[in-house]
Structure formats: structure tokens, C-alpha cells
Nanobody
Framework: VQLQASGGGLVQAGGSLRLSCAAS????????IGWFRQAPGKEREFVAA????????LYADSVKGRFTISRDNAKNMVYLQMNSLKPEDTAVYYC?????????????????WGQGTQVTVSS
């Protein structure tokens, strides 16, 4: 599975951004696609994930109600719509592919990673 993240940028607090993850590979239907983020000096953390088949979702408590993950199977794209952004959302955001089944939040569960895209939220 190959992944390409894009859509990061600089936004003021309260603003919105939409991240995109272009996915390719023959086994996409067997994968969960997740978004993770890593802020300076902090560990990489789970943000949200969606199953490729069925579209089940899971969110970290810190983003629930503000972020929405979705996928477009026809375009092999996964999106992360981020609203009401806060300075603490500033991080490099990564998309990753993990095994199908119940969505897992551990980094080690995701074998395939795209390059990160920087999101900076100014106060």
C-alpha cells in the first residue's frame, strides 16, 4: 500500500483545513486508513481512522466533534476535515494503513505510512 498525504498549511485558531490521503495498492479493501499526528517533542498519536469497507470510524477524544474522517472508494482517497482548529492541533499529520477488522489506535499496528504534512494553527 502506498500513501500520499497533502493539504496541510497555516491557519488561525478556529479555522478549518482538509487533509487528503491518496492511497493505492491491491489490498486496500483489507485495510483501515488512519491519521496520526506528531507535535514537536511529543510522541506520534492516533487522531482518527476509517475502515475501507463499511466506513466505520474512530476518533481520539481530543478531536471528536471537530474532525471528520471520510473516504472516497472510487478515488482511493481518505480525507480528514478539521474544523475549530486549536493551537494544540499543530503537528505533522501522517496517514497510515493498518489491518482490517476492529480499528486499532496503536502506531505499531499500522505497517504502511505516507510522508507527513505540516499543520500549524496560530493563536
Amino acid at each position: 500500500v502506498q500513501l500520499q498525504a497533502s493539504g496541510g498549511g497555516l491557519v488561525q485558531a478556529g479555522g478549518s483545513l482538509r487533509l487528503s490521503c491518496a492511497a493505492s495498492g491491491r489490498t486496500l479493501s483489507r485495510n483501515v486508513i488512519g491519521w496520526f499526528r506528531q507535535a514537536p517533542g511529543k510522541e506520534r498519536e492516533f487522531v482518527a481512522a476509517v475502515t475501507w469497507v463499511g466506513g466505520s470510524t474512530l476518533y481520539a477524544d481530543s478531536v471528536k466533534g471537530r474532525f471528520t474522517i471520510s473516504r472516497d472508494n472510487a478515488k482511493n482517497m481518505v480525507y480528514l476535515q478539521m474544523n475549530s482548529l486549536k493551537p494544540e492541533d499543530t503537528a505533522v499529520y501522517y496517514c497510515a494503513a493498518g489491518p482490517n477488522g476492529p480499528i486499532r489506535v496503536g502506531i505499531a499496528e499500522y505497517a504502511y505510512w505516507g510522508q507527513g504534512t505540516q499543520v500549524t494553527v496560530s493563536s
